[in-house]
C-alpha cells in the first residue's frame, strides 16, 4: 500500500476549478473527479479539510471595483463559498464519504458552526470537513482562511488546486508563454516579487506558521500525487522573515 507523505491537509479549492471549462456556476462532473479523488487519498489514512473559494458564483473584488461596498461585496462571497461547500458535500456523500460543512457565518440550518475542537474532532473519526464562509470577516480572501484554518488544525501542509494553472512562474503564464516556472520557492520571495500565488496576508501567515504550500493544476490525480509526495507543481516554504529584508 502506497505511504502517504502527509497525515493531515488542507485542501484549497478555487471557485473557478468547480467551473470547469464553463467558467461559471458548478460543472458536476468536474465535482464528482474531485470528490473520488478525495475518498481515495481519505482510504489511506489522510485526514482532510477542504477550503472553498467563491468566484465560480461571486467576485467581490470585481463587485467592489464597480462600485460595491466592499464588505457587502465580500459578505456576498462568503455565502458563495458556503453554496460550493454544500455542493461538495453533496458530491462526496453520493460516494459514501462522511462530511461536514463548518460556516464561519452562522446559519445552522444548512452547516455547523466553525468551532475548533469539533472541527478536529470529525478530522480524527475519519470525516471530510469542509470550511466554508471564509474567516466569516469582509477583507480577507479565503486563501487567507486556508492558511488560517491550516493553522488552528495545525495541517502539515496546504494543497493549493488552481484551475488555470500548473504551478508558480515568475510572470503571469496566461499572458505571458515564456513565463519560467519554479519547483521551489520560499514565501519571502513570493512576497518581494508580488507574484499574486496567494495575497499577502495568507503568504505571511504561512510563513509565520511554517506550513508547506504546494501549488498544482487541478488536473485528474493530482491530488493524490500532491498528498504522496510526488515532484508536481510549486513547492512554497520557508521560515520567519525580518521585516527589513523585504526593503
Same mark, same amino acid.
Request: charged content about 25%.
Given at each position: 500500500?502506497? $505511504?502517504? @507523505?502527509?497525515?493531515?491537509?488542507?485542501? !484549497?479549492?478555487? #471557485?473557478?476549478?468547480? +467551473?470547469?471549462?464553463? *467558467?461559471? %456556476?458548478?460543472?458536476?462532473?468536474?465535482?464528482? $473527479?474531485? @470528490?473520488?479523488?478525495?475518498?481515495?487519498? !481519505?482510504?489511506? #489514512?489522510?485526514?482532510? +479539510?477542504?477550503?472553498? *473559494?467563491? %468566484?465560480?458564483?461571486?467576485?467581490?473584488?470585481?463587485?467592489?471595483?464597480?462600485?460595491?461596498?466592499?464588505?457587502?461585496a465580500d459578505?456576498?462571497?462568503?455565502?458563495?463559498?458556503?453554496?460550493? %461547500?454544500?455542493?461538495?458535500?453533496?458530491?462526496?456523500?453520493?460516494?459514501?464519504?462522511?462530511?461536514?460543512?463548518?460556516?464561519?457565518?452562522?446559519?445552522?440550518?444548512?452547516?455547523?458552526?466553525?468551532?475548533?475542537?469539533?472541527?478536529?474532532?470529525?478530522?480524527?473519526?475519519?470525516?471530510?470537513?469542509?470550511?466554508?464562509?471564509?474567516?466569516?470577516?469582509?477583507?480577507?480572501?479565503?486563501?487567507?482562511?486556508?492558511?488560517?484554518?491550516?493553522?488552528?488544525?495545525?495541517?502539515?501542509?496546504?494543497?493549493?488546486?488552481?484551475?488555470?494553472?500548473?504551478?508558480?512562474?515568475?510572470?503571469?503564464?496566461?499572458?505571458?508563454?515564456?513565463?519560467?516556472?519554479?519547483?521551489?520557492?520560499?514565501?519571502?520571495?513570493?512576497?518581494?516579487?508580488?507574484?499574486?500565488?496567494?495575497?499577502?496576508?495568507?503568504?505571511?501567515?504561512?510563513?509565520?506558521?511554517?506550513?508547506?504550500?504546494?501549488?498544482?493544476?487541478?488536473n485528474p490525480?493530482?491530488?493524490?500525487?500532491?498528498?504522496?509526495?510526488?515532484?508536481?507543481?510549486?513547492?512554497?516554504k520557508g521560515?520567519?522573515?525580518?521585516?527589513?529584508?523585504?526593503?
Amino acid at each position: 500500500m502506497e $505511504i502517504p @507523505a502527509y497525515k493531515r491537509v488542507v485542501l !484549497k479549492l478555487s #471557485g473557478e476549478a468547480l +467551473a470547469g471549462n464553463g *467558467g461559471y %456556476g458548478i460543472d458536476q462532473d468536474i465535482l464528482g $473527479i474531485i @470528490a473520488l479523488e478525495i475518498k481515495e487519498v !481519505k482510504n489511506h #489514512g489522510v485526514e482532510i +479539510a477542504v477550503v472553498v *473559494g467563491g %468566484g465560480n458564483i461571486w467576485r467581490g473584488a470585481q463587485a467592489h471595483r464597480s462600485g460595491m461596498d466592499r464588505a457587502t461585496a465580500d459578505y456576498m462571497g462568503m455565502l458563495a463559498t458556503v453554496i460550493n %461547500g454544500l455542493a461538495l458535500q453533496d458530491a462526496l456523500e453520493r460516494f459514501s464519504v462522511d462530511t461536514r460543512v463548518q460556516s464561519a457565518l452562522e446559519m445552522q440550518q444548512v452547516a455547523e458552526p466553525y468551532i475548533r475542537r469539533r472541527a478536529l474532532r470529525h478530522l480524527e473519526k475519519g470525516r471530510v470537513v469542509i470550511f466554508a464562509g471564509g474567516t466569516g470577516n469582509p477583507y480577507f480572501s479565503t486563501d487567507t482562511t486556508a492558511a488560517l484554518r491550516a493553522a488552528e488544525i495545525e495541517a502539515e501542509v496546504i494543497l493549493l488546486a488552481k484551475g488555470k494553472v500548473d504551478a508558480v512562474y515568475d510572470a503571469d503564464p496566461l499572458e505571458h508563454p515564456g513565463a519560467s516556472r519554479f519547483s521551489e520557492i520560499s514565501y519571502l520571495e513570493v512576497i518581494k516579487r508580488g507574484l499574486g500565488v496567494m495575497d499577502t496576508t495568507a503568504a505571511s501567515l504561512c510563513m509565520d506558521n511554517q506550513i508547506k504550500l504546494i501549488v498544482f493544476g487541478l488536473n485528474p490525480g493530482n491530488i493524490k500525487k500532491a498528498i504522496m509526495g510526488e515532484n508536481i507543481g510549486t513547492i512554497i516554504k520557508g521560515g520567519e522573515y525580518d521585516f527589513e529584508d523585504l526593503q
